[in-house]
T-cell receptor, first 114, second 115 residues
């Protein structure tokens, strides 16, 4: 019973390609997130959706486009991939207005650009 | 200003000894929550422990405890009786009541447990 699942786990592709990462949570949470973790392990928030509405949009190139078809799903599409996009991308979810509730993370998608 | 500061990029500890991982935070909110996560080499993020700003007692979860000093704005993680499996990255994070949806993460501390 995976709480937050993201696919694929690994993504190896060439520069210039377009790719998508999917995320689903079965925790009933109303907020979902995308994070990028670079090679130095720094976690950077990219986007957050609350009940399908975009609420956090950090400084991210517009080649990255999130989509939330419903509150249990948050997908990330990346156009024209660049070498600097190589990283681990984490999906996470949380419940709003319950400050003691942590984020739950997926296992990450390791994206490698050749 | 950084919301969460972890000043120890790397730490070593002998197996079976205790270790403290430092975390300081910056907020003007009276209501906030502090979290610690563990990230082993396999990559997943594992929630360890939570401390609320109004909690009078330090949080404990098994071998993990939180040394919460509100006036100093510090929330250090203490791992007792270290095990080899504790070798991992550890992240401190904060959530503020006025902006529930955002979690602020520190840069992490890499802990190595020596046999």
């Amino acid at each position: 019973d995976t709480a937050v699942s993201q696919t694929p786990k690994y993504l190896v592709t060439q520069m210039g390609n377009d790719k998508s990462i999917k995320c689903e949570q079965n925790l009933g949470h109303d907020t979902m997130y995308w994070y990028k973790q670079d090679s130095k392990k720094f976690l950077k928030i990219m986007f957050s959706y609350n009940n399908k509405e975009l609420i956090i949009n950090e400084t991210v190139p517009n080649r990255f486009s999130p989509k939330s078809p419903d509150k249990a799903h948050l997908n990330l599409h990346i156009n024209s991939l660049e070498l600097g996009d190589s990283a681990v991308y984490f999906c996470a979810s949380s419940q709003t207005r319950q400050i003691n509730q942590p984020q739950h993370f997926g296992d990450g998608t390791r994206l490698s650009i050749l | 200003a950084q919301k969460i500061t972890q000043t120890q990029p790397g730490m070593f500890v002998q197996e079976k000894e205790a270790v403290t991982l430092d975390c300081t935070y910056d907020t003007s909110d009276q209501s906030y929550g502090l979290f610690w996560y563990k990230q082993p080499s396999s990559g997943e993020m594992i929630f360890l422990i939570y401390q609320g700003s109004y909690d009078e007692q330090n949080a404990t979860e098994g071998r993990y405890s939180l040394n919460f000093q509100k006036a100093r704005k510090s929330a250090n993680l203490v791992i007792s009786a270290s095990q080899l499996g504790d070798s991992a990255m550890y992240f401190c994070a904060m959530r503020e009541a006025y902006n529930f949806n955002k979690f602020y993460f520190g840069s992490g501390t890499k802990l190595n447990v020596k046999p």
